[in-house]
DNA sequence: ACAGTAACCTGTTTGC
DNA sequence: TGCAAACAGGTTACTG
């Protein structure tokens, strides 16, 4: 589930139970993700005040005195507040304990990611090579034009390339270039900075209302979870192949990208 | 420098 | 109906 707007989602639920709180400890019970998770993250976060959660592409970071935790959801994670003492189902791997609740991670397929860093974050090896942030200024037509220069990659691949932008996940990727009306499958070279200018507003405006909507039914984080379907009304391509197109009516087709399943209408998208 | 592939894991869906 | 293959929202490392 998380793309972007799900993390950013998730930040924004969390960030009330954890500010100005203190870390009671971890408990692990499977640190086995995309890197192991500290066999001493319980001594590492005991005691230690939590000053800002903030997110940086699909990142969470949960600042404190003297570091951060850095978390990533990868494709099946999700994050819950929930009563001390809530038994953990299957994939329940880390519980971030504080005095009267806990922050659970679960992870299906452990693609996720769990790290204390003391080093700043500019820094660290996982952050330092990101793009710029899809809804900061810093993401322009001019640059994402300027990158495709030479790029005969698909313009799709492009833009869920992380050092070009950050965050773009597979299915807003199909989404916003449905909406600028350009073929997915088209050499980034081969668009011209106009269609550019039409992509970036397209890609901000997708992911500004999943967010928006991500914050009305992920709202509550103490109950269950709320799970997906959240934006999934709103979609026009993503998971629609052989459907009508909403703009013409004709069959929308399905074809594997850069080996990621792709959607869009070949004739509204040239 | 760039494009394509495999790999990390488990759960769910698809197809025979 | 049952089983195996294919596929899933992400990211990185490796290959040619």
Redesign the pocket.
């Known amino acids: ?3 972007l707007p ?1 993390v950013e989602t998730t930040r924004r639920g969390i960030a009330p139970y954890l500010l100005q709180q203190r870390w009671c400890g971890a408990v692990v019970r499977q640190p ?1 993700l ?1 890197q192991p998770v500290s066999a001493t993250l319980d001594q590492q976060l005991r005691g230690r005040e939590i000053h800002a959660v903030e997110r940086r ?3 969470l970071l949960i600042h404190c005195d003297g570091g951060y935790l850095l978390l ?1 959801l ?3 994670g999700s994050l819950r507040i929930l009563p001390v003492g809530t038994p953990p189902g ?2 329940d791997h880390v519980d971030l304990c504080f005095e009267s609740y806990l922050l659970r991670y679960r992870d ?4 996720g990611l769990l790290l204390w860093c003391e080093q700043p974050p500019q820094e660290h ?2 952050l330092r ?1 990101l793009g710029p942030e899809p809804l900061a200024p810093a993401f322009s037509a001019e640059s994402l034009h300027h990158q495709a ?6 313009v799709k ?2 833009i ?1 390339e ?1 050092r070009v932008v ?2 773009v ?3 807003y990727a199909n989404e916003a270039l449905y909406l600028a009306a350009i073929d997915p499958r088209r ?2 070279r081969r668009i011209a900075l106009v269609r550019y200018q039409r992509l970036v507003v397209e890609i901000r405006a997708v992911l500004q209302r999943a967010i928006a909507m991500g914050g009305t039914t992920l709202r509550d984080f103490q109950h269950e979870d709320g799970k ?1 379907g959240y ?2 009304q709103t979609l026009h391509v ?1 998971g629609r192949g052989g459907a009508p197109c909403h703009g013409c009516g004709q069959p929308l087709r399905s074809e ?1 990208i ?4 792709s959607f869009f209408c070949p004739r509204c998208q040239r």
């Open positions: 589930m998380p793309e799900e086995q995309r592409a699909k990142y990533h990868g494709m099946s299957p994939h299906p397929r452990r693609f090896p996982l090579h220069r030479q790029r005969k990659t698909p691949a492009l869920m992380q950050v965050g996940g597979n299915i050499a980034a997906p934006f999934q993503y594997r850069a080996q990621r399943s």
